[in-house]
Protein backbone atom coordinates (compact mmCIF):
# COMPACT_ATOMS: atom_id res chain seq x y z
CA UNK A 1 0.00 0.00 0.00
CA UNK A 2 1.28 3.51 -0.49
CA UNK A 3 3.35 4.68 2.53
CA UNK A 4 4.54 8.31 2.85
CA UNK A 5 6.58 8.91 5.50
CA UNK A 6 7.99 12.34 6.43
CA UNK A 7 11.04 13.07 9.03
CA UNK A 8 13.59 16.01 9.63
CA UNK A 9 11.33 17.96 11.64
CA UNK A 10 12.25 19.71 14.64
CA UNK A 11 12.79 22.60 17.25
CA UNK A 12 15.11 25.53 14.91
CA UNK A 13 16.22 28.52 16.13
CA UNK A 14 14.83 31.98 13.75
CA UNK A 15 17.28 32.29 10.42
CA UNK A 16 18.45 28.85 10.40
CA UNK A 17 18.08 26.00 7.83
CA UNK A 18 16.51 22.78 8.38
CA UNK A 19 15.91 19.53 5.40
CA UNK A 20 13.11 17.62 5.69
CA UNK A 21 12.51 14.58 3.90
CA UNK A 22 9.87 11.63 3.16
CA UNK A 23 10.49 8.07 2.41
CA UNK A 24 7.77 6.91 -0.29
CA UNK A 25 6.92 3.38 -0.68
CA UNK A 26 4.12 0.98 -2.20
CA UNK A 27 3.91 2.79 -5.84
CA UNK A 28 5.95 3.99 -8.37
CA UNK A 29 7.89 6.45 -6.93
CA UNK A 30 9.39 7.71 -10.66
CA UNK A 31 6.15 8.34 -11.98
CA UNK A 32 4.47 10.49 -9.61
CA UNK A 33 4.58 14.21 -8.85
CA UNK A 34 4.89 15.30 -5.36
CA UNK A 35 3.92 18.20 -2.87
CA UNK A 36 4.92 19.86 0.10
CA UNK A 37 1.55 21.10 1.93
CA UNK A 38 1.83 22.85 6.08
CA UNK A 39 -0.68 23.38 8.59
CA UNK A 40 0.28 26.08 11.31
CA UNK A 41 -0.94 24.78 14.37
CA UNK A 42 -4.50 25.14 14.76
CA UNK A 43 -5.00 27.06 11.32
CA UNK A 44 -6.16 25.74 7.22
CA UNK A 45 -3.81 23.83 4.78
CA UNK A 46 -1.26 26.05 3.12
CA UNK A 47 -0.01 24.54 -0.05
CA UNK A 48 4.14 24.83 -0.46
CA UNK A 49 5.80 23.64 -3.31
CA UNK A 50 5.40 21.24 -6.40
CA UNK A 51 7.96 18.98 -8.18
CA UNK A 52 6.95 16.94 -11.23
CA UNK A 53 7.87 13.20 -11.46
CA UNK A 54 10.83 13.68 -13.45
CA UNK A 55 11.99 16.43 -11.06
CA UNK A 56 12.59 19.08 -14.61
CA UNK A 57 9.66 21.05 -12.90
CA UNK A 58 8.74 22.99 -9.63
CA UNK A 59 6.61 25.59 -8.44
CA UNK A 60 7.13 27.39 -4.98
CA UNK A 61 4.61 29.26 -2.57
CA UNK A 62 5.07 33.03 -2.61
CA UNK A 63 5.38 32.62 0.77
CA UNK A 64 8.36 30.69 0.38
CA UNK A 65 9.62 31.16 -2.85
CA UNK A 66 13.73 31.71 -2.74
CA UNK A 67 13.77 30.46 0.82
CA UNK A 68 12.56 26.88 -0.18
CA UNK A 69 13.81 24.57 -2.50
CA UNK A 70 12.32 20.80 -3.34
CA UNK A 71 13.83 18.03 -4.64
CA UNK A 72 14.14 14.20 -5.16
CA UNK A 73 16.02 11.19 -5.67
CA UNK A 74 14.04 8.63 -7.35
CA UNK A 75 17.17 6.14 -7.51
CA UNK A 76 16.10 6.84 -3.53
CA UNK A 77 12.18 6.68 -3.50
CA UNK A 78 12.70 10.08 -1.57
CA UNK A 79 11.48 13.72 -1.64
CA UNK A 80 13.35 16.31 0.33
CA UNK A 81 12.52 19.98 1.13
CA UNK A 82 15.33 22.26 2.24
CA UNK A 83 14.10 25.62 4.40
CA UNK A 84 16.65 28.54 4.79
CA UNK A 85 16.10 31.68 6.36
CA UNK A 86 13.14 30.42 8.68
CA UNK A 87 10.87 32.47 10.28
CA UNK A 88 8.68 32.30 13.06
CA UNK A 89 5.75 32.10 10.65
CA UNK A 90 7.23 28.66 9.55
CA UNK A 91 5.80 27.04 12.27
CA UNK A 92 3.96 24.34 11.02
CA UNK A 93 3.10 20.71 10.39
CA UNK A 94 5.08 20.01 7.08
CA UNK A 95 3.05 16.87 4.82
CA UNK A 96 4.23 15.52 1.83
CA UNK A 97 1.69 14.10 -0.73
CA UNK A 98 1.57 12.34 -4.24
CA UNK A 99 -0.28 13.22 -6.97
CA UNK A 100 -3.40 11.62 -7.75
CA UNK A 101 -2.13 10.31 -11.26
CA UNK A 102 1.25 9.49 -13.07
CA UNK A 103 3.25 11.75 -15.19
CA UNK A 104 1.43 15.03 -14.40
CA UNK A 105 2.83 18.47 -15.20
CA UNK A 106 2.05 19.92 -11.85
CA UNK A 107 -1.71 19.96 -12.82
CA UNK A 108 -2.94 17.30 -10.76
CA UNK A 109 -3.85 17.32 -6.69
CA UNK A 110 -2.28 14.89 -4.37
CA UNK A 111 -4.28 11.75 -2.66
CA UNK A 112 -2.05 10.28 -0.37
CA UNK A 113 -0.64 11.98 2.28
CA UNK A 114 1.92 11.23 4.81
CA UNK A 115 0.96 11.54 8.84
CA UNK A 116 3.28 15.00 8.67
CA UNK A 117 6.42 16.12 10.93
CA UNK A 118 6.54 19.07 12.95
CA UNK A 119 8.82 21.66 12.45
CA UNK A 120 8.69 24.26 15.14
CA UNK A 121 10.76 27.96 14.78
CA UNK A 122 11.56 29.37 18.04
CA UNK A 123 14.38 31.25 19.57
CA UNK B 1 -3.88 34.89 -6.00
CA UNK B 2 -6.60 33.11 -6.72
CA UNK B 3 -8.52 33.33 -3.69
CA UNK B 4 -11.19 30.42 -2.42
CA UNK B 5 -14.32 31.35 0.19
CA UNK B 6 -15.42 28.76 2.56
CA UNK B 7 -18.04 29.24 5.31
CA UNK B 8 -16.30 28.34 8.54
CA UNK B 9 -18.80 25.98 9.66
CA UNK B 10 -21.78 23.71 8.65
CA UNK B 11 -24.07 21.84 11.05
CA UNK B 12 -26.28 18.93 9.58
CA UNK B 13 -27.98 16.03 11.31
CA UNK B 14 -27.44 12.22 11.05
CA UNK B 15 -28.79 11.13 7.99
CA UNK B 16 -29.14 14.14 6.10
CA UNK B 17 -27.53 16.12 3.43
CA UNK B 18 -24.44 18.16 4.13
CA UNK B 19 -23.45 20.90 1.78
CA UNK B 20 -20.42 22.52 1.81
CA UNK B 21 -19.57 25.77 -0.59
CA UNK B 22 -16.55 27.25 -1.75
CA UNK B 23 -16.57 30.13 -3.86
CA UNK B 24 -13.96 31.87 -6.01
CA UNK B 25 -14.04 34.12 -9.19
CA UNK B 26 -15.07 31.96 -12.24
CA UNK B 27 -14.53 28.63 -10.18
CA UNK B 28 -16.67 27.08 -12.57
CA UNK B 29 -13.67 27.18 -15.18
CA UNK B 30 -11.68 25.46 -13.03
CA UNK B 31 -11.29 21.95 -11.56
CA UNK B 32 -11.92 21.64 -7.90
CA UNK B 33 -10.97 18.97 -5.81
CA UNK B 34 -12.20 18.46 -2.09
CA UNK B 35 -9.76 17.00 0.85
CA UNK B 36 -11.08 15.63 4.24
CA UNK B 37 -9.68 15.97 7.32
CA UNK B 38 -10.58 14.47 10.99
CA UNK B 39 -8.88 15.87 14.16
CA UNK B 40 -5.17 14.95 14.49
CA UNK B 41 -5.16 12.88 11.15
CA UNK B 42 -3.78 13.77 8.15
CA UNK B 43 -5.95 14.95 4.92
CA UNK B 44 -7.94 12.11 2.91
CA UNK B 45 -8.44 13.49 -0.93
CA UNK B 46 -12.61 12.93 -0.78
CA UNK B 47 -13.29 14.63 -4.57
CA UNK B 48 -11.03 15.70 -7.87
CA UNK B 49 -11.70 17.04 -10.70
CA UNK B 50 -14.99 18.39 -9.77
CA UNK B 51 -17.01 15.35 -9.41
CA UNK B 52 -14.51 12.05 -9.32
CA UNK B 53 -13.56 9.91 -6.43
CA UNK B 54 -10.69 8.19 -5.72
CA UNK B 55 -10.87 4.85 -5.28
CA UNK B 56 -12.50 4.07 -1.46
CA UNK B 57 -14.40 6.80 -1.27
CA UNK B 58 -18.36 6.37 -0.73
CA UNK B 59 -20.78 7.52 -3.15
CA UNK B 60 -22.11 9.27 -0.73
CA UNK B 61 -19.37 12.39 -1.54
CA UNK B 62 -20.31 14.15 -4.89
CA UNK B 63 -19.20 17.67 -5.70
CA UNK B 64 -19.86 20.08 -8.43
CA UNK B 65 -19.07 23.08 -9.65
CA UNK B 66 -20.75 26.01 -11.98
CA UNK B 67 -20.22 29.65 -12.11
CA UNK B 68 -18.72 31.07 -9.11
CA UNK B 69 -19.46 28.69 -6.58
CA UNK B 70 -18.66 24.53 -6.34
CA UNK B 71 -20.57 22.41 -3.70
CA UNK B 72 -19.04 19.33 -2.06
CA UNK B 73 -22.42 17.29 -0.95
CA UNK B 74 -22.25 14.24 1.48
CA UNK B 75 -25.50 12.40 1.61
CA UNK B 76 -26.75 10.33 4.50
CA UNK B 77 -24.35 11.69 7.07
CA UNK B 78 -22.93 9.85 9.43
CA UNK B 79 -21.13 10.61 13.02
CA UNK B 80 -17.34 9.47 11.37
CA UNK B 81 -17.84 12.51 8.66
CA UNK B 82 -17.51 15.30 10.92
CA UNK B 83 -13.87 16.60 9.98
CA UNK B 84 -12.50 19.99 8.59
CA UNK B 85 -13.15 19.79 4.47
CA UNK B 86 -10.72 21.92 2.49
CA UNK B 87 -11.32 22.54 -1.27
CA UNK B 88 -8.45 23.24 -3.51
CA UNK B 89 -7.79 24.38 -7.10
CA UNK B 90 -4.65 24.68 -8.89
CA UNK B 91 -4.34 27.88 -10.16
CA UNK B 92 -2.91 27.93 -13.63
CA UNK B 93 0.62 30.07 -12.69
CA UNK B 94 1.80 26.90 -11.29
CA UNK B 95 0.21 27.72 -7.47
CA UNK B 96 -1.92 25.43 -5.83
CA UNK B 97 -4.55 27.04 -3.54
CA UNK B 98 -6.89 25.77 -0.46
CA UNK B 99 -10.11 27.21 0.80
CA UNK B 100 -9.92 28.15 4.70
CA UNK B 101 -12.14 24.86 5.52
CA UNK B 102 -15.32 24.02 7.11
CA UNK B 103 -15.89 22.25 10.37
CA UNK B 104 -18.60 19.86 9.56
CA UNK B 105 -20.15 19.11 12.72
CA UNK B 106 -22.70 16.42 13.02
CA UNK B 107 -25.57 17.19 15.78
Known amino acids: QVQLVESGGGVVQPGRSLTLSCAASGFSFNKYGMHWVRQAPGKGLEWVAL????????YYADSVKGRFTVSRDNSENTLFLQMSSLAAEDTAIYYC????????????????WGQGTLVSVSS | SYVLTQPPSVSVAPGQTARITCGGN??????VNWHQQKPGQAPVLVVYDNSDRPSGIPERFSGSNSGNTATLTISRVEAGDEADYYCQVWDNSGDWVFGGGTKLTVL
Open chain 2, 26 to 31: NIGSKN
Open chain 1, 97 to 112: ARDVSTRCRGDCPPDY
Open chain 1, 51 to 58: ITYDGKSK
